[in-house]
Structures are given as structure tokens and as C-alpha cells.
């Protein structure tokens, strides 16, 4: 190869790393917001009735969801563990 191909190449995967790195963050931003949805509205459903909420929590664990998901401190931690190591 030319010296002029390996430096075409090496800033290609490198603009590639930039733009796989933007799309993971994207991702996790979508994720972060999902999750905080969904928090909110289980506990929308929790301040109108106990029994649908753990109807739905019952459904969450059923279909292998883990419910620690939706804490603050669960998914805070684990989307910045994400993202640094996604660097």
C-alpha cells in the first residue's frame, strides 16, 4: 500500500470509530429516556392503583425484564459504565 492509502484508511476508521461512538451514545440516550418513562409511569400507576402496578411489575419479571431497570441508581450507573468503555 501507498503511504497515501494507509492514510486514507487510518481516517476513515477513525471518522468510522467517531461515528459508531456517536450512534452508541444516541442508543443510550434512548434508553436512558425509555427508562425514565417508563419509571414515571409506574409510579403514575402506583399512585392510582397498587394493584395494577403490581400487575405490571408481575409482567415485567414474567418476561425476564429486570425491574432493578427502572431505578435511578441502576441505570445512571450502568449507562456510565457504557459509555467508558465505549470510548
Known amino acids: 500500500m501507498t503511504k497515501e492509502e494507509i492514510d486514507e484508511e487510518y481516517f476513515l ?14 442508543q443510550m440516550d ?12 409506574l409510579q403514575e400507576l402506583k399512585s ?6 403490581n400487575k ?10 429486570a ?7 441502576y441505570y445512571n450507573k450502568k449507562l456510565k459504565y457504557l459509555r467508558s468503555t465505549a470510548k
Not at 405490571?56 to 425484564?65: D, E, L, R, S, T
Open 67 to 73: 425491574f432493578e431497570l427502572c431505578t435511578k441508581k
Open 48 to 53: 392510582d392503583s397498587l394493584t395494577l402496578y
Open 56 to 65: 405490571a411489575i408481575q409482567v415485567f419479571n414474567k418476561n425476564g425484564i
Open 13 to 26: 476508521k477513525k471518522e468510522w470509530k467517531k461515528y459508531i461512538h456517536q450512534q452508541h451514545n444516541l
Open 30 to 41: 434512548q434508553i436512558q429516556r425509555a427508562l425514565k418513562s417508563q419509571e414515571y409511569a
